[in-house]
């Protein structure tokens, strides 16, 4: 008895102190019912800066070590990482692009300005086979942006039918001329980017106008997406599902932006050099994602109550300020432990809502924003975000488990955010749960009430560094990686663990 007294008195002092953190997850496995879409864990890639030149393509007579043009160290990694998605060409890039100026014989394609990014020369030389072609190399579908702002209707309509169709046409008469036999199989085709901005400055009526005729000659079994708000513009929402819902057949999918960045375009922070205010904003910005898939949500709800039509998150992550000495128009920046738990909570909040979010892509897969990974010549670095990918794609078409989490704050300033992040799944009998520790200072207590199911095995892996801003470079560049973690087996549906500060960790259970 008094032993036990004691122990609630340490308990309580330790608490007191602020040294110790509980967290409860129950996870209701007899509710996992909803797929998470695999493309939820897609990427993005823009002819923007380094990501396709010199990131992933770089020409068969390059002295990099490549397969058909394309960097082998590259395409390794994204296999590794298992990408399921890949979208392209942009981005703003994408309503500046007439497809045919990027097929035939390289020598003959002609060379652009890329009027967006950097204003450089775009010699086209990496254009739809050399895209598609490399889908089907790293085994990710291609989703293809569409030209509304500055294109024409007939030529979109024609380049669905180049890359889809099987029958006799003129456009399969030249795809097949230029080397490519057989149709390629893209279901995902975005009609239009950003069009109430770098895609055309319209308004929501009007652009919902102009994606109703585009996508009435898009042909085919498509999986056709709109383009959608910018961050919280409701409006743009509700106009475009009221306007587009009316011919059901030619919605498949509505798109949303939200970077994580600070509110001053001039100065966007350091992508490396910050403290823990600079953490501790970028998080609390990030967690803003959830309030807007529910809140778009709510309104797709509206037309849609059956939930047929995605939410698409195709981009999304963090825009700091470029590297110093780099291309401003080339949005090369670094990436830090903070970027792979800004990585791990939107996964996590993709995940969640997965009844409605079907794909999500980062912005952009290489040398651009927060990439997964940055090339300098021939060398490559996988960055903790790469990490999140790899550790996270567990979930890639598991079953999500709805869980209730009840967890401590972090507190900064005043100002307090959840300290624990997470999300479950299962597949073929092995549960995965995703868990990110927000607070940077404090370790937490997580206790899992899992009834319901046996498990006879229990592993984890965890990605952590000793600073907040560890990054990995072209020479540290095991610095932020995967690790294993120990987990030890449930009894009787009780599962304790200690979630270390400022870290990502995946627990599984079989
Ligand atoms: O990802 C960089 C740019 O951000 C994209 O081109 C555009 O769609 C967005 O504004």
Same mark, same amino acid.
């Given at each position: 008895?008094?032993?036990?007294?004691?122990?609630?008195?340490?308990?309580?002092?330790?608490?007191?102190?602020?040294?110790?953190?509980?967290?409860?997850?129950?996870?209701?496995?007899?509710?996992?019912?909803?797929?998470?879409?695999?493309?939820?864990?897609?990427?993005?890639?823009?002819?923007?800066?380094?990501?396709?030149?010199?990131?992933?393509?770089?020409?068969?007579?390059?002295?990099?070590?490549?397969?058909?043009?394309?960097?082998?160290?590259?395409?390794?990694?994204?296999?590794?990482?298992?990408?399921?998605?890949?979208?392209?060409?942009?981005?703003?890039?994408?309503?500046?692009?007439?497809?045919?100026?990027?097929?035939?014989?390289?020598?003959?394609?002609?060379?652009?300005?890329?009027?967006?990014?950097?204003?450089?020369?775009?010699?086209?030389?990496?254009?739809?086979?050399?895209?598609?072609?490399?889908?089907?190399?790293?085994?990710?579908?291609?989703?293809?942006?569409?030209?509304?702002?500055?294109?024409?209707?007939?030529?979109?309509?024609?380049?669905?039918?180049y890359v889809t169709s099987s029958n006799v046409s003129p456009m399969?008469?030249?795809?097949?001329?230029?080397?490519?036999?057989?149709?390629?199989?893209?279901?995902?085709?975005?009609?239009?980017?950003?069009?109430?901005?770098?895609?055309?400055?319209?308004?929501?009526?009007?652009?919902?106008?102009?994606?109703?005729?585009?996508?009435?000659?898009?042909?085919?079994?498509?999986?056709?997406?709109?383009?959608?708000?910018?961050?919280?513009?409701?409006?743009?929402?509700?106009?475009?599902?009221?306007?587009?819902?009316?011919?059901?057949?030619?919605?498949?999918?509505?798109?949303?932006?939200?970077?994580?960045?600070?509110?001053?375009?001039?100065?966007?922070?350091?992508?490396?050099?910050?403290?823990?205010?600079?953490?501790?904003?970028?998080?609390?910005?990030?967690?803003?994602?959830?309030?807007?898939?529910?809140?778009?949500?709510?309104?797709?709800?509206?037309?849609? %109550?059956? *939930?047929?039509?995605?939410?698409?998150? !195709?981009?999304? #992550?963090?825009? +700091? &300020?470029?590297?110093? =000495?780099?291309?401003?128009?080339?949005?090369?920046?670094?990436?830090?432990?903070?970027?792979?738990?800004?990585?791990?909570?939107?996964?996590?909040?993709?995940?969640?809502?997965?009844?409605?979010?079907?794909?999500?892509?980062?912005?952009?897969?290489?040398?651009?924003?927060?990439?997964?990974?940055?090339?300098?010549?021939?060398?490559?670095?996988?960055?903790?975000?790469?990490?999140?990918?790899?550790?996270?794609?567990?979930?890639?078409?598991?079953?999500?488990?709805?869980?209730?989490?009840?967890?401590?704050?972090?507190?900064?300033?005043?100002?307090?955010?959840?300290?624990?992040?997470?999300?479950?799944?299962?597949?073929?009998?092995?549960?995965?749960?995703?868990?990110?520790?927000?607070? %940077?200072? *404090?370790?937490?207590?997580?206790?899992? !009430?899992?009834? #319901?199911?046996? +498990? &006879?095995?229990?592993? =984890?892996?965890?990605?952590?560094?000793?600073?907040?801003?560890?990054?990995?470079?072209?020479?540290?560049?095991?610095?932020?990686?995967?690790?294993?973690?120990?987990?030890?087996?449930?009894?009787?549906?009780?599962?304790?663990?200690?979630?270390?500060?400022?870290?990502?960790?995946?627990?599984?259970?079989?």
């Open positions: 008895m008094r032993k036990q007294t004691y122990s609630l008195l340490f308990a309580l002092l330790l608490i007191s102190m602020g040294s110790f953190a509980q967290t409860t997850i129950s996870l209701q496995t007899d509710q996992a019912k909803t797929t998470i879409s695999k493309e939820i864990y897609g990427h993005f890639a823009e002819h923007l800066g380094r990501c396709i030149y010199g990131g992933i393509f770089v020409g068969e007579d390059s002295d990099i070590s490549n397969i058909q043009g394309y960097r082998e160290d590259v395409m390794g990694a994204l296999k590794d990482m298992h990408i399921p998605l890949l979208r392209w060409p942009g981005g703003c890039f994408a309503d500046t692009y007439h497809w045919k100026d990027g097929i035939g014989p390289r020598q003959n394609r002609p060379s652009i300005v890329n009027v967006n990014w950097g204003g450089v020369t775009e010699d086209n030389s990496f254009g739809t086979h050399e895209f598609l072609n490399f889908c089907e190399l790293i085994g990710a579908e291609p989703y293809v942006n569409i030209n509304v702002g500055s294109g024409t209707v007939q030529e979109a309509s024609e380049w669905v039918e399969t008469d030249l795809r097949k001329k230029n080397g490519r036999e057989k149709p390629w199989d893209v279901k995902f085709w975005g009609i239009g980017n950003e069009n109430w901005g770098c895609g055309g400055n319209m308004t929501p009526e009007y652009y919902a106008d102009l994606y109703n005729r585009f996508a009435t000659y898009c042909h085919g079994d498509l999986y056709r997406i709109a383009g959608g708000p910018n961050v919280a513009d409701y409006n743009w929402m509700e106009v475009l599902m009221q306007k587009t819902t009316r011919h059901r057949h030619l919605v498949q999918g509505v798109s949303l932006h939200y970077y994580t960045f600070t509110t001053a375009w001039e100065d966007k922070g350091s992508a490396t050099d910050f403290d823990e205010k600079g953490w501790f904003s970028v998080l609390n910005k990030t967690l803003r994602m959830d309030e807007l898939i529910t809140k778009h949500s709510a309104i797709m709800d509206k037309y849609d %109550p059956e *939930k047929k039509i995605g939410l698409i998150v !195709d981009e999304w #992550g963090d825009w +700091f &300020n470029v590297e110093e =000495g780099t291309n401003p128009g080339f949005l090369y920046q670094q990436n830090t432990l903070r970027d792979a738990l800004v990585a791990g909570i939107n996964l996590n909040i993709f995940n969640n809502h997965s009844d409605r979010v079907k794909m999500a892509n980062i912005a952009q897969m290489v040398n651009v924003l927060q990439s997964v990974i940055l090339t300098k010549d021939d060398q490559m670095v996988l960055t903790p975000t790469y990490f999140v990918f790899k550790m996270y794609a567990v979930h890639q078409d598991a079953k999500l488990i709805p869980l209730n989490l009840n967890t401590e704050d972090y507190e900064l300033d005043g100002k307090k955010i959840p300290a624990v992040s997470a999300s479950a799944s299962e597949k073929d009998g092995v549960v995965s749960v995703t868990l990110c520790n927000l607070n %940077p200072n *404090k370790s937490e207590t997580v206790d899992f !009430d899992i009834s #319901g199911m046996d +498990f &006879n095995t229990s592993s =984890g892996e965890i990605i952590t560094a000793e600073n907040m801003n560890d990054y990995n470079d072209f020479d540290t560049k095991e610095k932020v990686t995967l690790k294993s973690f120990e987990v030890n087996k449930p009894k009787k549906g009780k599962l304790s663990i200690e979630l270390p500060a400022k870290s990502v960790v995946l627990v599984q259970l079989q």
